[in-house]
């Protein structure tokens, strides 16, 4: 019998490692193991070079400066894992940001326990896996068929929690769906949309989903 995969989980939000971590146990016992975690870009490099795994499930948003940054510090180390994004974010500029900086797949965290356990085992096999919602975005976007968002001014003014805060407000959820999707308080959330608005010179939910929309960023 084939060893299991061995996985690292890289996410700044601890709960979310441990569900992570107890949904892959539960799923994908004898086919996946989750070997180590980490929090940030520092920890995250740290625990490839130690824990040496298969594949790292990598959030795309990090303290220290991102998923890309992660791979990118650990791309000159011998037997280099394969890394999979698993985010909440499905915009443009991170979607296709994480693929040029050399993820093999990009899976949204509505995914289930079952299809993470067979994308973690199709990646570590070399195979290219994504949403089905990104697939074909993502296709014709390196096919140049579909402009990718800049990243302007006005979005880097926004700190990489805004952002989340920002693109789940614009497509429509409420703030108590944003606090348990990012796993934060709901007065987190009042605090960082206030922020979002100062920033962009905003001053309704309205106007920001166009805004948001014309950048191509839902």
Known sequence: MDAPVKVLVVDDHAMFRTGVRAEL?????????????????????????????????????????????????????????RFLALSVSDAAEDVIGTIRGGARGYVTKTI???????????????????SPRLAGFVLDAF???????????????????????????????AYKEVAKELFISVKTVETHMSAVLRKLQLSSRHELTKWASDRRLL
Do not use: C, K, N, W
């Open 25 to 81: 146990g539960q799923t994908g016992v004898g086919r996946v193991e989750v070997v180590a975690e980490a929090e940030d870009v520092d920890t995250a490099v740290a625990a490839v070079a130690a824990a040496r795994p298969d594949v790292v499930l990598l959030d795309v948003h990090l303290p220290g400066g991102g998923g890309v940054e992660v791979m990118r510090r650990t791309a000159h180390l011998p037997d280099a894992p």
């Open 112 to 130: 289930t326990g079952p299809e993470l356990v067979d994308a973690i085992g199709r990646v570590a096999e070399g195979d290219a896996v994504f």
């Open 143 to 173: 096919a140049g068929s579909v402009p990718v968002a800049a990243v302007d001014e006005d979005l880097d003014r926004l700190s990489e929690r805004e952002r989340e805060v920002m693109r789940l407000i614009a497509r429509g959820y």
